[in-house]
């Protein structure tokens, strides 16, 4: 009996030399894959970080725009208020103040 078991343990020793080299060859292979792919993500993580950054600067950017025309919106008001004004006192559509009502105002 024991000199079967090594016989038989002979004939399998090169299958499973072979097997552990396959399983070594697609470990390996899959190391590689595993690799490429880390880099693969950290490059494209890498392009979404700097195009956020760039959206957040642009949002930035653009916020100070609407705050600059938001002013000018609020100086040309007041410009037209006083051109309105102007309006209907020449068109006569707005009595003038009163001279007597200021006299005795002061």
Excluded: C
Aim: proline content about 3%.
């Amino acid at each position: 009996r024991g000199g079967g078991t090594s016989r038989a343990r002979r004939a399998a020793a090169p299958k499973q030399r072979q097997q552990r080299a396959t399983h070594a060859r697609e470990m390996e292979a899959e190391g590689g894959r595993n690799l490429q792919f880390e880099e693969d993500r950290a490059f494209l993580l890498s392009q979404i970080n700097d195009g956020l950054a760039d959206a957040v600067g642009n949002l930035a950017s653009l916020n100070r725009n609407i705050e600059t025309l938001n002013s000018i919106g609020r100086e040309i008001e007041q410009i037209s208020s006083v051109w309105l004004k102007f309006y209907d006192r020449v068109a006569g559509t707005t009595p003038a103040p009163d001279d007597d009502a200021m006299q005795d105002d002061q």
